[in-house]
T-cell receptor
Framework: AQSVTQLGSHVSVSEGALVLLRCNYS??????LFWYVQYPNQGLQLLLKYTSAATLVKGINGFEAEFKKSETSFHLTKPSAHMSDAAEYFC?????????????FGTGTKLQVIP | DTGVSQDPRHKITKRGQNVTFRCDPI?????LYWYRQTLGQGPEFLTY????????KSRLLSDRFSAERPKGSFSTLEIQRTEQGDSAMYLC????????????FGPGTRLTVL
């Protein structure tokens, strides 16, 4: 079984401040991990993915995430928040085995950026 | 536009009516997925196709739900005898057959059952 836990359903930061969105995963086998962003009334867009290469993964829009096996974490960060970053962010996990493996999503974190 | 498209974007129906949604995946993607997303939750897997074959169905997919992908291109999701609990955003995604399962999502169809 696999799961992700996103700590904090709502996070508020000031424009220009550090963004930190937390994700912890549970997986009995090595995982692939993903972060998606969802703007209101839109589908999900992939921000970045960890696929067992570099543990520090850089994505689009200045976001990055670090895979820490010892902490079973994959937290999303951005050094300086922009107003356009206000959205809902989902962490997701799948098994890193071959073939099709179901992706399991967390419950999401809504990011508010305060001017 | 080469992204995933879904139609309609919004659907309001009365309880007991049947509804059908369509998804057009990215043209070279042979895998297609349906998810349901309720308020405050992440997407929950419903079913997926590889080409025209439906390979997995979630227990969330009751007998009132049926999905097809007849020619391995677009897919339809039908809900019969809708219930208020079916109100949700229905998301479609597609991917290549690769090791990462990087899924590209459509904009979703928001269903409201009155």
């Amino acid at each position: 079984a696999q799961s992700v836990t996103q700590l904090g359903s709502h996070v508020s930061v000031s424009e220009g401040a550090l963004v930190l969105l937390r994700c912890n995963y549970s997986s009995s086998v090595p995982p692939y991990l993903f972060w998606y962003v969802q703007y209101p009334n839109q589908g999900l867009q992939l921000l970045l993915k960890y696929t067992s290469a570099a543990t520090l993964v850089k994505g689009i829009n200045g976001f990055e995430a670090e895979f820490k096996k010892s902490e079973t974490s994959f937290h999303l960060t951005k050094p300086s928040a922009h107003m356009s970053d206000a959205a809902e962010y989902f962490c997701a996990v799948r098994r890193a085995s071959g073939g099709y493996q179901k992706v399991t999503f967390g419950t999401g974190t809504k990011l508010q950026v305060i001017p | 536009d080469t992204g995933v498209s879904q139609d309609p974007r919004h659907k309001i129906t009365k309880r007991g009516q049947n509804v059908t949604f369509r998804c057009d995946p990215i043209s070279e993607h042979n895998r297609l997925y349906w998810y349901r997303q309720t308020l405050g939750q992440g997407p929950e897997f419903l079913t997926y196709f590889q080409n025209e074959a439906q390979l997995e169905k979630s227990r969330l997919l009751s007998d009132r739900f049926s999905a097809e992908r007849p020619k391995g291109s677009f897919s339809t999701l039908e809900i019969q005898r809708t219930e208020q609990g079916d109100s949700a955003m229905y998301l479609c995604a597609s991917s290549l057959t690769d090791g990462y399962n990087e899924q590209f999502f459509g904009p979703g169809t928001r269903l409201t059952v009155l």
